[in-house]
């Protein structure tokens, strides 16, 4: 019997909600990492809209690189100052501070 070259319809049709949204994966998924000097909230960015420091190596996050932002969780002068105090830095060297 010869191959049928139309695509098949499986179950239901994806609705706005199943659909793949390309943004809402690159945003990363913020969340609260536990370190030495407390917890941390953690957000994976997937490109930098501008260059910035990174505070582990001292070297630069350039524009359009993977990184991720980090602010305190557990701040005593509150969520609006610890978001104000976040910082960018690469990925491999916010996972190796110590």
């Known amino acids: ?3 049928s ?8 049709e994806a609705s706005d909600e199943d659909r ?3 943004a809402r994966v690159l945003a990363g998924i913020r969340h609260v990492e536990t370190r030495r000097d407390g917890e941390w909230n ?3 960015i997937a490109a930098a809209a501008k260059a910035y420091v990174c505070p582990g190596c001292g070297g630069a996050v350039e524009e359009g690189a993977a990184h991720v932002v980090t602010w305190r969780a557990d701040g005593i002068l509150g969520p609006d100052s610890d978001l104000a105090a976040r910082r960018h830095w690469h990925g491999h060297c ?5």
């Not at 070259?5 to 239901?12: A, F, M, V």
């Not at 916010?94 to 110590?98: K, L, N, S, T, V």
């Open 20 to 22: 793949f949204d390309p």
């Open 94 to 98: 916010w996972r190796i501070r110590a």
């Open 5 to 12: 070259h139309r695509p098949r319809r499986r179950g239901r």
């Open 42 to 44: 953690v957000q994976p």
């Open 1 to 3: 019997m010869p191959r």
